[in-house]
């Protein structure tokens, strides 16, 4: 993350450089009229070093300008949306070091291409700041980025759950017993209080929180064993790859940094491999997907060896399938609604390869209904108003969207959020349909699996029969209208 510091020397430097080219100097002859080394000057333009003030006055001289010009915030129309970028929460959200960039290195391509960059930039904090974008907005998008970038596959993590289970001698039968994580929690100089959050009202949407002060995780009521030993796990996880720049509650309520938003992530991702060990689980998946027919209880039967929810199972085939099983065009969707209010939304999401469709939108539409993810939440809401719910039920169904050659197996599994609630959740996990899912998959042939044309939205869908649609076609319809405008304008011209 940049500092205030770090500003100042990168906007420096970007005015040196970029006068230093409108006089048609080199590095060579700036060093020479300013009486500086080749280095120092270059380290000055990258932003590494910010001069003393005789240089500064030496290096006004040579450019052309005054001394305020050089290290004020204020430069000429072309450089000033530039300038305001480095200054602005967009550059400082950003975590150049995680994807192997840095600002300077940005504002190198700035600098030699200024007239057309500056306007792209210029729009950028236009639209960051017209629809209110945060910096934890930003932190989310790179992190979703990051694990793209890595195939959602940490295998640092994986070792350190190994050798994790190795120097606490860990038993391989599975689940593990909460009694076990609580154990190892207690030998780290740490214990668990179920009690505590309960008796405070303001903490009642909170699920956990580890106080450092008091070397306690506190848990709030009401979660199942899985629950509660994700969150011990997870715990255990900070404190065995010793994060310090870390959450202390299990919902980050404010990301001060990446790196913090980082660390959850990875204390997270260790729990659920603690859960599910690689091995274990991919030979599981390896059994499963190899069946010729689709068999839904298969995938609660493995919610169930491992004791685990189905969201962490799915999230744990997003680390699994891209590294042992070469499937790496996928998505993961949660979306918690209200059935009988015909409302819902995505609320976690992730794409490997590519932005795959589905897609959260900030523009309020009306998700398609003939999403599994949809089909899955009525279907349970159904049973919970007659009483009939039992367990998660999970539902495959293959999506074709609509006008694209895109076909998706889509797994989900749903749920109530919790007991009593009005509130459903799903979580998918959807595979893009290839030659090399139908050769690892061969379940996807089978014919009891319906298939469905899907699109993303009903304001932007074009199939103008659909029975489920839940809002009219009206981008679609702005577009004919357009067309036929465009239709009249061209008589005009005859």
Request: aromatic content about 10%.
């Amino acid at each position: 993350m940049m500092t205030d510091n770090d500003n100042v020397r990168l906007i420096f430097g970007f005015k040196v450089k970029a006068l230093r080219q409108e006089k048609g100097l080199s590095y060579q002859q700036l060093a020479e009229k300013t009486g500086m080394s080749l280095s120092y000057v270059h380290d000055i333009e990258t932003g590494k070093k910010f001069p003393k003030a005789d240089k500064i006055l030496s290096l006004a001289r040579v450019l052309g300008v005054d001394y305020d010009y050089l290290v004020s915030l204020r430069a000429n129309k072309k450089l000033q949306p530039i300038i305001d970028l480095i200054n602005s929460d967009f550059i400082n959200a950003v975590p150049w070091e995680h994807f192997g960039l840095t600002p300077a290195s940005l504002l190198d391509l700035f600098s030699n291409t200024p007239d057309k960059v500056t306007a792209f930039i210029s729009t950028l904090l236009k639209i960051s700041r017209s629809y209110q974008l945060s910096k934890e907005s930003f932190y989310n998008s790179a992190l979703r980025s990051y694990q793209d970038l890595q195939d959602n596959y940490f295998q640092e993590l994986e070792d350190a759950v190994r050798n994790f289970r190795k120097e606490y001698k860990w038993k391989d039968s599975l689940p593990v017993d909460i009694a076990a994580f609580e154990s190892v929690l207690q030998k780290m100089g740490a214990q668990v209080n179920r009690k505590r959050m309960n008796s405070l009202d303001a903490l009642q949407d909170l699920r956990s929180y580890y106080s450092s002060v008091n070397k306690t995780l506190f848990i709030n009521k009401a979660f199942s064993t899985a629950q509660e030993k994700f969150l011990i796990a997870r715990e255990i996880a900070f404190q065995y790859l010793n994060i310090t720049d870390r959450p202390y509650e299990t919902i980050i309520q404010h990301s001060d940094s990446f790196d913090m938003l980082l660390n959850n992530f990875k204390a997270s991702y260790f729990a659920v491999a603690l859960l599910m060990p690689e091995e274990n689980f991919v030979e599981d998946i390896k059994r499963i997907v190899m069946q010729p027919k689709w068999n839904d209880k298969a995938w609660l039967d493995l919610c169930t060896k491992y004791d685990v929810t189905p969201e962490m199972m799915m999230q744990r085939l997003t680390n699994i399938l891209p590294k042992h099983f070469s499937i790496d065009h996928l998505f993961f969707l949660r979306l918690s609604g209200d059935p009988v209010k015909n409302e819902f939304e995505i609320t976690k999401e992730l794409h490997l390869s590519q932005m795959h469709n589905p897609y959260a939108n900030a523009t309020h539409e009306h998700y398609c209904r003939r999403w599994v993810s949809i089909n899955s939440l009525n279907h349970i809401s159904e049973l919970v108003a007659k009483k009939k719910y039992k367990q998660p039920i999970v539902e495959a169904q293959i999506s074709q969207y609509w006008q694209t050659h895109n076909r998706y197996l889509c797994i989900s599994i749903a749920k109530p959020a919790a007991k009593g609630s009005d509130e459903i959740v799903s979580v998918t996990i959807g595979l893009m349909i290839d030659q090399k899912l139908l050769q690892t998959m061969p379940f996807v042939n089978d014919t009891n699996i319906p298939v469905r044309t899907v699109h993303t939205t009903c304001e932007r869908c074009g199939i103008m029969d659909c029975l489920e649609r839940a809002f009219p076609p009206v981008e679609i319809l702005k577009e004919q209208q357009q067309e036929k405008i465009n239709k009249a304008l061209q008589q005009l011209e005859e």
